[in-house]
């Protein structure tokens, strides 16, 4: 089981196009395991606070620093990991049952989100021993 939850999250290469003039990164759908069907990003965090605090039941979702760094802290109900992010061409691929929290936002630091599903609250799970109960099901 610890094998199979360890794949549940993992780095991307975003194909870059390198130029003189400033590179091009390119997300097409065959970039990820999943068709996008929401984006949205954060921006202006203070250093010293967190985001996220939660899992999904289904959606499977895509994390870019843009600009700056930040630490996401998975878990997956047996152990935590955590990944830096801080290239904008590699992204973090979070398929659902994983808690994350991202902290350590670094001064201007964007992360973009790409999304598997539109918004729904009944796909979160926001309370991290329900999220354990969720993982031993």
């Given at each position: 089981?610890?094998?199979k939850e360890l794949q549940r999250y993992e780095i991307i290469e975003i194909p870059k196009i390198k130029d003189v003039r400033?590179?091009?990164?390119?997300?097409?759908?065959?970039?990820l395991p999943f068709e996008i069907k929401r984006v949205y990003y954060l921006y202006d965090?203070?250093?010293?606070?967190?985001?996220?605090?939660?899992?999904h039941k289904q959606l499977c979702q895509f994390l870019i620093a843009l600009s700056g760094s930040f630490d996401v802290v998975l878990h997956d109900g047996l152990q935590k990991k955590k990944i830096t992010l801080n290239k904008p061409d590699r992204g973090l691929l979070i398929r659902p049952g994983i808690w994350r929290e991202l902290e350590n936002f670094?001064?201007?630091?964007?992360?973009?989100?790409?999304?598997?599903?539109?918004?729904?609250?009944?796909?979160y799970i926001r309370d991290f021993d329900q999220f354990l109960l969720f993982k031993s099901r």
């Open positions: 089981m610890r094998n400033g590179n091009i990164s390119v997300i097409e759908n065959e970039v965090i203070p250093s010293d606070a967190s985001r996220g605090g939660h899992a670094s001064s201007g630091a964007v992360c973009l989100v790409l999304a598997s599903n539109v918004y729904k609250e009944e796909d």
